[in-house]
């Protein structure tokens, strides 16, 4: 697995767990008013038992590809920069609550719906929410701090924020429309010193030419 596949793999799960409690919790929640309880927590029931599976295995995929890029791309946690560190500890605090979600009162509510106890159902319901409703801030506070936080340190000198770019490098072996404007515009909040830390063996040939990293 090279650190491209890597990083790859890492997103598509960040993009299933996240975007996943993003479109239930803002989308599917508000819309469930419109059925009788009974119709909700059944479809909830539903939608929950999809999209757990589906949570385990975007878990796999972010520990999986996420220690590899710790250990194969910077050679260990003491190679690994502070926004790796916050997003481990962060990513850790979300596995747990999600494993005590889904032992806890998703197991209850789903045993409460296949015995029509609509009451305790409904508590179970807004058991998970509550826990939703921590995790997906977290998400997003990880996602969003993942592509802005190296951004930030930048600013301080020490790394620069080139994912988009570096995706768009590796897709299309050629340099990104506009990564040439964007990156004379990061070197000058940065300073072409802060470039270092980024891997240029990821960009392309082309994106290593526009000479930004
Ligand atoms: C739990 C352990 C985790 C580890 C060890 C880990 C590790 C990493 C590493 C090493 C990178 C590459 C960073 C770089 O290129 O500078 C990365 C990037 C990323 N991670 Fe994680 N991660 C974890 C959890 C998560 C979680 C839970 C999410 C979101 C839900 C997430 C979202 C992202 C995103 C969006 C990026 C791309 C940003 C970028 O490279 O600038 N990660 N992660």
Request: net charge positive; aromatic share 12%.
């Amino acid at each position: 697995m090279t650190t491209a596949v890597a990083l790859a793999v890492h997103i598509f799960g960040a993009v299933i767990w996240v975007g996943g409690m993003f479109a239930i919790y803002v989308c599917l929640r508000p819309a469930l008013g419109t059925l009788d309880p009974p119709q909700r927590l059944r479809l909830m029931r539903v939608t929950f038992q999809k999209f757990f599976l589906w949570v385990w295995v975007a878990i796999l995929l972010l520990l999986a590809s996420g220690y590899w890029i710790v250990f194969m791309r910077f050679g260990g946690f003491a190679g690994a920069g502070l926004h790796i560190h916050l997003m481990q500890m962060t990513g850790w605090l979300m596995i747990a609550l999600f494993v005590w979600l889904f032992h806890g009162p998703w197991l209850s509510f789903k045993r409460a719906v296949d015995s029509e106890d609509w009451p305790s159902a409904g508590a179970g319901l807004s058991r998970i929410r509550q826990i939703i409703a921590v995790n997906l801030p977290l998400g997003l506070l990880v996602v969003g701090s993942s592509f802005a936080g190296p951004m930030l340190i930048a600013r301080s000198g020490t790394t620069i924020p080139m994912l988009p770019l570096v995706m768009a490098g590796i897709l299309s072996r050629s340099p990104a429309p506009g990564a040439e404007a964007i990156g004379r515009w990061c070197g000058s909040i940065t300073g072409a010193s802060a470039c270092n830390s980024r891997p240029t063996t990821l960009l392309s040939p082309g994106l290593r030419r526009a000479n930004f990293c």
